[in-house]
């Protein structure tokens, strides 16, 4: 009996064991490089990932810089996020400096890009081009058009499913759900701008990160900055805005959530125009904001934009 007692007490024991790394299995670390794909990352990934976003809420990755801890946060991750198309600059030598050799999924591959020229958006001036092109030929900012946040998503759990094969199907649950969210969401934008002569669809914005949304939603943004935040516009071009501004009755005119805003300031002054609030563009907002996940960002979005363009009149 003894012995029976005492195979079963080890038999039970060694369930236990088994039964724990499920309980208790570690959740896939991912590093994603800003808070937008890692809010993506966490919609499919659920419970199943612990994600850190490199550049936070709030915070404008044109003009950041990688710090050691960064560089640790990296090299410690099973996988990592980026958009990919030039956006992150400073990604190669963040993972040199991290040594990372893991699993990197490019958010963004597979997206129909708009180029980064000049005359796209008429928002640069050939003589202050220096900055104008940090991201390349390619505009980099391509979830502003909520079809091509389907193709992240999609990106995203394939490279989830590699990561973690364990966590495959519930993964693809996820994004199945999350896509028809997103389909929702982009049927809503549509609605939205619906009413709205597209003679009045025109916007003043802090730099060029719009153009994925104009293109998909029929509104015509201009900026005085290129693609980057941290380009200097000049005053010809100021000036070049100033007449556009008069001659197209332009209305609506927006600072951005990562922009400065004294250049918006100025063409206000210059104008006569007021404000018409701010807009969310490579950043969510930290906890209690008006757009802490992407949906809620152009939601957000959507509604001042269409609000300013319509009373603008």
Same mark, same amino acid.
């Given at each position: 009996?003894?012995?029976?007692?005492?195979?079963?007490?080890?038999?039970?024991?060694?369930?236990?064991?088994?039964?724990?790394?499920? +309980?208790?299995?570690?959740?896939?670390?991912?590093?994603?490089?800003?808070?937008?794909?890692?809010?993506?990352?966490?919609?499919?990934?659920?419970?199943?990932?612990?994600?850190?976003?490199?550049?936070? $809420?709030?915070?404008?990755?044109?003009?950041?810089?990688?710090?050691?801890?960064? *560089?640790?946060?990296?090299?410690?991750?099973?996988?990592?996020?980026?958009?990919?198309?030039?956006?992150?600059? @400073?990604?190669?030598?963040?993972?040199?400096?991290?040594?990372?050799?893991? $699993?990197?999924?490019?958010?963004?591959?597979?997206?129909?890009?708009?180029?980064?020229?000049?005359?796209?958006?008429?928002?640069?001036?050939?003589?202050?081009?220096?900055?104008?092109?940090?991201?390349?030929?390619?505009?980099?900012?391509? @979830? +502003?058009?909520? =079809?091509?946040?389907?193709?992240?998503?999609?990106?995203?759990?394939?490279?989830?499913?590699? =990561?973690?094969?364990?966590?495959?199907?519930?993964?693809?649950?996820?994004?199945?759900?999350?896509?028809?969210?997103?389909?929702?969401?982009?049927?809503?934008?549509?609605? *939205? @701008? *619906?009413?709205?002569?597209?003679? +009045?669809?025109?916007?003043?914005?802090?730099?060029?990160?719009?153009?994925?949304?104009?293109? =998909?939603?029929?509104?015509?943004?201009?900026?005085?900055?290129?693609?980057?935040?941290?380009?200097?516009?000049?005053?010809?071009v100021v000036a070049q805005l100033v007449r556009q501004i008069r001659s197209e009755g332009i209305r609506a005119?927006?600072?951005?959530?990562?922009?400065?805003?004294?250049?918006?300031?100025?063409?206000?002054?210059?104008?006569?125009?007021?404000?018409?609030?701010?807009?969310?563009?490579?950043?969510?907002? $930290?906890?209690?904001?008006?757009?802490?996940?992407?949906?809620?960002?152009?939601?957000?979005?959507?509604?001042?934009?269409?609000g300013a363009v319509r009373t603008a009149r």
């Amino acid at each position: 009996m003894k012995k029976r007692a005492f195979l079963i007490a080890i038999t039970s024991a060694l369930a236990g064991a088994l039964a724990l790394p499920a +309980q208790a299995a570690e959740p896939l670390r991912v590093v994603a490089s800003f808070s937008i794909l890692a809010d993506m990352v966490r919609q499919v990934g659920g419970d199943r990932v612990a994600v850190q976003a490199l550049v936070g $809420p709030g915070e404008d990755a044109h003009v950041f810089q990688p710090s050691p801890s960064h *560089a640790r946060q990296v090299g410690q991750a099973q996988l990592l996020v980026t958009n990919g198309l030039g956006y992150e600059g @400073w990604m190669a030598r963040l993972l040199q400096s991290a040594g990372y050799k893991g $699993p990197q999924v490019e958010a963004a591959r597979g997206v129909r890009t708009l180029d980064a020229a000049p005359s796209a958006n008429h928002d640069h001036d050939h003589g202050h081009g220096d900055h104008d092109h940090d991201h390349g030929p390619t505009d980099p900012h391509a @979830w +502003q058009d909520v =079809a091509n946040a389907k193709i992240y998503v999609q990106n995203i759990v394939t490279g989830l499913c590699a =990561a973690d094969a364990a966590g495959c199907a519930g993964y693809r649950t996820r994004a199945e759900r999350y896509t028809a969210e997103l389909s929702q969401l982009d049927a809503d934008i549509r609605a *939205a @701008w *619906a009413p709205v002569p597209a003679a +009045q669809r025109k916007v003043i914005t802090s730099h060029a990160a719009y153009a994925y949304y104009g293109r =998909a939603y029929g509104v015509r943004f201009f900026a005085a900055r290129g693609l980057s935040t941290d380009s200097e516009p000049s005053a010809k071009v100021v000036a070049q805005l100033v007449r556009q501004i008069r001659s197209e009755g332009i209305r609506a005119l927006f600072v951005e959530n990562v922009s400065d805003p004294r250049l918006i300031e100025q063409l206000a002054r210059e104008t006569g125009l007021r404000p018409s609030g701010t807009l969310y563009s490579d950043a969510l907002t $930290p906890a209690g904001g008006d757009a802490t996940t992407y949906v809620a960002m152009m939601r957000e979005n959507t509604r001042r934009l269409v609000g300013a363009v319509r009373t603008a009149r």
